[in-house]
C-alpha cells in the first residue's frame, strides 16, 4: 500500500473518438450500421501514449508541453474524473484540483455555497470547511461579493475562489492546471507563495503551465509530454531547457521574413571576434540592402525564449539605395552562460514593417552561471549582476 | 533525463485499464459521500426555488392538479372504489407516482447537468441521481402532508394495516433509484433520450393503476403486470392498507420486490459500467 499522498500511473494510455460527434440517436444507427457492413468502427485518436507518472509524497511535477500534447488529460487521470484505456493508476489520498477553474465550480450558488459545496466534494466534513472558510476568502480577495452568486464574478474572481478553495482545504495531492493565466501579478505571486507552503506541508503537486519560469521555480522535477508521449523527465531545470530548446527550434524554422528590405547579415562576436563573454563587450554588426532612399527606426533584441526579449536596444536610421552597414557596441554585456536570441527589426510606422521584427541568429555566451531563485519565486530574466558580498556580525 | 522514443502504435491488450468494484469498498465510498449527497440535494432544492415565487407549493402542484383532473374524468370513467372517496383513492396512488416520475425526471438529466462539475472533482457519480431522488422524496413528504389534509376534509382514517408501510415503501424506493441510476448514465451517451424521457413517463402514468383500481387488469396478466411495473404493486398495496384496511396482496408484493432488487442491482451495475466513460463523451 503506497503512502498517503502518492501517484502512480505507469503505462497510460488514453484516447478519444476522432472527431467528437454529437450522440443522437441517428448518428448511433449510422454508427452501427457502418460496423455491421463491415467498414471499421470509428477512427480513434491517441491522447497519451504510454505514459508513466511517479509521485512520493511531498514531490512537485510540473507537467510541460505544447498545447494538445495531453497535459490536461493525463491531469484529468489523476483526478479520476477521467478513466484511461490502459495502464494502472494509483493516486492516494484526498486530491485537490484546479482543472478549468475559470468556469468555477457552480454558476448558479453563491461563493459561500460553492465553498461549501466543493469542501464536501473533497470529503470534508462541513466543520473543517468552516474552519477554513474566512482563509479561503480573504486569499481570494472576494469579501463582500461571497454572498454573490458566481455567474456575477469576474473570471479573475471566480479563478482566485476556485484556486484558494482548492490549496486551503488541505488536499494531500493538489493538482494545477493554468491558474496563472487569469490572475493579476500579485495574485500570481500569491499563488506560487501558497503553493509552496502547501508544499512544505508535505502535500503532492502536479503543476500545468505554460510559464516556464513559474514552473521551474515552484517544481523540483519536469516531465515533458510531446503529442502525448512521454519526452523526457528528471530535475525540472533540465527537462524545461530541454523543452525550450525544442520550441526554439520549432520557432525558428516556422518564422518566414517578408518585407521590402532584406537584412543580409546579421553577426554577433565578443571582444576581437572571440565567443562572447558575461560582463564584456559585444559587438554586433548588421547589413541591410534597401531597395529605395527612406528613414526608418532598427531594432535589435535579444531573447532566451522565442518571445520575450531580454534587452532591446534601437535608433533611427537613413536607408539609401544598396546596403547600409549597422555596428552596435555593447559595453558590458548583462547576460549568464548560455544560448540566446538576437532579434532584429525595422520599423517605419506604415501598415507593413519594412522589416519585421524576427530572430536573424543564435549566440552562446560564455561566462558564470546564475544563482538559482528560491523555490515558488519566479524570475523574470536572465540577467547577470556583478555584485560584491560582504556578511558582518 | 529518460527518454521515451520507441512507444509502440498501440498497447498491448495484457495492458488494458480494467475497474475492479469491491463491495465493501464501495460500500464505504457511498457512505462516505452521503454528506454530499445531502448537499447536492439541498443545493438542487435551493436553485429550484431561488427564482420560484410559489416555492415549496410547486411540489404538491402536480399530484394535487392531477387529483383534480382524475376526479372531474372519473365521473365518465366509472371507477368503483366503494367506502373510500375517490380523491384519497388517486392521490394515495399520486405520491409514489410523483416520487418516481420526478426521480427519472429529475435525476435522468442529474448528470448530464453536471457536466462542468464531472469534468473537475471526482466523487462516486451515483451522488448525483441520488440527490434527485432524495428531493423527490422530500416533495413526497411536503405531499404526505396534503394527503393529511384530504384525510381531514373527507372525514376518513387511515386504517391500522398503516403499519405495512415499512414494508411497501423499500420496494417504492429501490425501483425508482434503480430506474433513475440507468436513466442519467444512458442519457449522457444517447442524447434523444431527453427528449423522449417526458413522453415515456406521460405513458407510465396511465399504465400504472394510478387513476383506476389494479383489478383493472385481468388476473392471469397481473403478475406479469406488476413484475414489469413493481410500482402497480406498490400502489395497490398503499391503498389497500391505508384506505381499506386490508393486507396486501403478499404474492404480488413479493414479485415487485424481487422485480424491484433486480432493477436496483441492474441498474447500479450497468450505471457503474457505462460511468467510466462519462466524462470522454461529456
Known amino acids: 500500500m503506497l503512502p498517503s499522498g502518492s501517484i502512480s500511473a505507469t503505462h497510460v494510455w488514453k484516447r478519444f473518438h476522432a472527431d467528437r460527434r454529437r450522440k443522437l440517436l441517428r448518428d448511433q444507427v449510422h454508427h452501427l450500421s457502418a460496423r455491421l457492413r463491415g467498414g471499421g468502427g470509428r477512427g480513434w485518436r491517441w491522447a497519451l501514449r504510454d505514459v508513466d507518472l511517479v509521485a512520493e509524497p511531498g514531490d512537485s511535477v510540473g507537467l510541460i508541453g505544447s498545447n494538445g500534447s495531453g497535459k490536461s488529460t493525463l491531469l484529468k487521470i489523476l483526478t479520476r474524473v477521467m478513466y484511461p484505456h490502459t495502464g494502472s493508476v494509483k493516486v492516494v489520498g484526498r486530491v485537490g484540483a484546479l482543472i478549468e477553474v475559470r468556469a468555477g465550480i457552480h454558476p448558479d450558488l453563491t461563493g459561500r455555497e460553492n465553498i461549501q459545496l466543493y469542501g464536501t466534494l473533497l470529503g470534508l466534513d462541513r466543520r473543517r470547511i468552516r474552519e477554513r472558510f474566512d482563509e479561503i476568502v480573504a486569499f481570494a480577495e472576494l469579501d463582500d461579493a461571497i454572498d454573490r452568486q458566481l455567474k456575477f464574478y469576474s473570471s479573475g474572481m471566480q479563478m482566485r475562489l476556485g484556486f484558494a478553495v482548492a490549496a486551503f482545504l488541505e488536499p494531500d495531492i493538489l493538482l494545477v492546471d493554468e491558474v496563472l493565466a487569469v490572475g493579476d501579478a500579485s495574485f500570481q505571486q500569491r499563488c506560487l507563495e501558497r503553493m509552496r507552503a502547501v508544499l512544505n506541508q508535505g502535500t503532492t503537486l502536479v503543476f500545468v503551465s505554460h510559464d516556464l519560469a513559474a514552473v521551474e521555480a515552484t517544481c523540483s522535477r519536469g516531465v515533458w509530454l510531446h503529442q502525448g508521449v512521454l519526452q523526457s523527465e528528471g530535475p525540472v531545470r533540465d527537462v524545461v531547457n530541454a523543452y525550450r530548446q525544442s520550441i526554439e527550434a520549432a520557432a525558428e524554422s516556422t518564422t518566414e521574413v517578408t518585407g521590402e528590405l532584406r537584412l543580409i547579415k546579421a553577426e554577433v562576436s565578443g571582444p576581437d571576434g572571440s565567443t562572447p563573454r558575461t560582463q564584456e563587450a559585444l559587438d554586433v554588426q548588421l547589413v541591410v540592402e534597401s531597395p529605395d532612399v527612406r528613414s526608418g527606426r532598427l531594432y535589435i533584441g535579444v531573447s532566451e525564449g522565442p518571445a520575450t526579449p531580454i534587452f532591446v536596444l534601437g535608433r533611427d536610421i537613413q536607408l539609401a539605395v544598396g546596403e547600409i552597414k549597422a555596428h552596435c557596441a555593447i559595453r558590458s554585456l548583462p547576460l549568464p552562460r548560455g544560448r540566446f536570441y538576437l532579434w532584429v527589426g525595422i520599423f517605419e510606422g506604415r501598415q507593413r514593417d519594412p522589416l519585421p521584427w524576427h530572430p536573424a541568429g543564435r549566440f552562446e555566451v560564455a561566462g558564470p552561471g546564475l544563482d538559482a531563485a528560491p523555490r515558488g519565486i519566479v524570475r523574470l530574466a536572465p540577467v547577470h549582476v556583478e555584485a560584491a558580498w560582504k556578511v558582518e556580525r | 533525463m529518460s527518454g521515451g522514443a520507441d512507444v509502440p502504435v498501440v498497447p498491448p491488450p495484457e495492458w488494458r485499464f480494467r475497474r475492479t468494484f469491491h463491495p465493501a469498498a464501495l460500500f464505504r465510498e457511498l457512505w462516505e459521500a452521503r454528506a454530499l449527497v445531502w448537499t447536492l440535494a439541498e443545493r438542487e432544492i435551493r436553485i429550484r426555488y431561488k427564482q420560484a415565487i410559489l416555492g415549496f407549493a410547486w411540489a404538491v402542484v ?75 422524496g422530500i416533495d413526497s413528504l411536503i405531499s404526505v402532508s396534503v394527503l393529511g389534509l384530504l384525510f381531514l376534509r373527507y372525514g376518513f382514517m387511515p386504517k391500522p394495516t398503516t403499519i405495512w408501510l415499512p414494508v411497501i415503501l423499500p420496494i417504492q424506493i429501490m425501483f425508482t433509484l434503480g430506474v433513475t441510476l440507468v436513466v442519467s448514465a444512458v442519457i449522457v451517451y444517447l442524447r434523444d433520450l431527453r427528449h423522449a424521457l417526458p413522453l415515456f413517463l406521460q405513458m407510465g402514468l396511465f399504465i400504472t393503476p394510478v387513476a383506476f383500481p389494479l383489478d383493472v387488469v385481468p388476473s392471469r396478466f397481473r403478475n406479469l403486470y406488476v413484475a414489469l411495473d413493481p410500482l402497480a404493486a406498490v400502489i395497490d398495496s398503499y391503498r389497500r392498507t391505508v384506505l381499506y384496511g386490508q393486507l396486501p396482496s403478499l404474492s404480488l408484493l413479493a414479485i415487485a420486490a424481487v422485480s424491484s432488487s433486480v432493477a436496483l442491482a441492474g441498474g447500479y451495475a450497468a450505471f457503474k459500467r457505462l460511468e467510466t466513460g462519462i466524462a470522454d463523451v461529456a
Open chain 2, 62 to 136: 402536480t399530484p394535487v392538479v392531477l387529483m383534480v383532473a382524475f376526479t372531474l374524468f372519473r365521473k365518465a370513467a366509472k371507477i368503483d372504489t366503494g367506502p373510500v372517496p375517490y380523491p384519497l383513492f388517486t392521490f394515495i396512488a399520486l405520491i409514489p407516482w410523483t416520487f418516481f416520475s420526478t426521480s427519472v425526471a429529475q435525476g435522468g438529466l442529474s448528470l448530464i447537468n453536471n457536466v462542468p462539475l464531472l469534468n473537475k472533482v471526482y466523487c462516486p457519480r451515483e451522488v448525483f441521481p441520488a440527490a434527485s431522488v432524495v428531493v423527490a
